[in-house]
């Protein structure tokens, strides 16, 4: 589940919820949400075949 998809369904933005999770880490599973580095992003990215150019697909 990515970060938006949570943010969604805890009806939320996306931006609101990583903030919430950065300043209250104890009251949040270990598990609950991680970021990948841009180089671990980039490794993921180049295994795809067949990518979405725009949308998901895409770093912001």
Do not use: C, H, W
């Not at 598990?31 to 180049?46: H, Q, V």
Request: aromatic fraction near 12%.
């Amino acid at each position: 589940m990515l970060d938006f998809d949570r943010a969604e369904m805890y009806q939320v933005e996306n931006r609101a919820l990583k903030q919430a999770v950065r300043r209250n880490t104890n009251r949040f599973p270990s598990d609950f949400m991680f970021e990948l580095t841009r180089n671990e992003y980039t490794s993921l990215r180049s295994q795809f075949v067949i990518l979405e150019t725009k949308g998901r697909g895409e770093i912001q």
